[in-house]
């Protein structure tokens, strides 16, 4: 166990629905980042949050949006849900933006 | 991330022999590398890392080399067991662990 967890476990969703993804990270670490992983390939990195603020963005359009609170969970939005939007979304927490970054076992979203 | 479609490349290897799993990067900047391991229905759990500074890196029954020249990292896996089946993934961990991954190998590992 990574002391990273998500939820929910799995969740089916509606095209043109929105979603809320949520991450817990181990204790202490600061940094959390996401990624989806579509079937079959490797995890895409999405973002990531540092002490509450957007450090980094991947090549996801604005509908993918997330935050930081002020423990350092994380919660990762996707607004009007498409089909390819179904995919393991995957959450990694890390001390600081150098250090091991440890996974979550990832929320399978499925879009119909 | 490199996309390798539907279907992940597999590798069958015998109990007991040595695997050996291999990446391109496209970065030539790149100056990190790890590499994870994925069982089904978990995240990807890291193995070991090394950095651009390095070729060779050993760890607990694995082995990374780097050839910076081609741009090409290895996994080696001594003695593999059934334990070892899962999907592997190498990682360029370019900024601050915002980690571009290639597309994976499944290791098959025959009892």
């Known amino acids: 166990e990574t002391g990273v967890t998500q939820s929910p476990t799995h969740l089916i969703k509606t095209r043109g629905q929105q979603v809320t993804l949520r991450c817990s990270s181990q204790?202490?670490?600061?940094?959390v980042s996401w990624y989806q992983q579509a079937l079959g390939q490797g995890p895409q990195f999405i973002f990531q949050?540092?002490?509450?603020?957007?450090?980094g963005r991947g090549n996801f359009p604005p509908r993918f949006s997330g935050l930081q609170f002020p423990n350092y969970s994380s919660e990762l939005n996707v607004n009007a849900l498409e089909l390819d939007d179904s995919a393991l979304y995957l959450c990694?927490?890390?001390?600081?933006?150098?250090?091991?970054?440890?996974f979550g076992q990832g929320t399978r979203l499925t879009v119909v | 991330g490199e996309s390798v479609g539907l279907h992940l490349p597999t590798l069958s290897v015998q109990e007991g022999d040595n695997s050996i799993i291999n990446c391109a990067y496209s970065?030539?900047?790149?100056?990190?590398f790890i590499w994870y391991k994925q069982e089904s229905g978990k995240g990807p759990q890291f193995i070991i890392d090394?950095?651009?500074?390095?070729d060779k890196r050993q760890g607990q029954r694995v082995t990374v080399l780097l050839n910076k020249t081609v741009k090409h990292l290895s996994l080696q896996i001594a003695a593999t067991q059934p334990g070892d089946s899962a999907v592997y993934f190498c990682?360029?961990?370019?900024?601050?662990?915002?980690?571009?991954f290639g597309g994976g190998t499944r290791l098959m590992v025959k009892p």
């Open positions: 990694a927490s890390s001390l600081d933006r150098t250090a091991e970054a440890f």
């Open positions: 970065n030539s900047a790149s100056d990190y």
């Open positions: 090394i950095r651009s500074n390095m």
């Open positions: 949050y540092y002490r509450e603020e957007e450090n």
């Open positions: 204790s202490g670490h600061n940094t």
């Open positions: 990682a360029e961990n370019n900024a601050g662990n915002m980690l571009t």
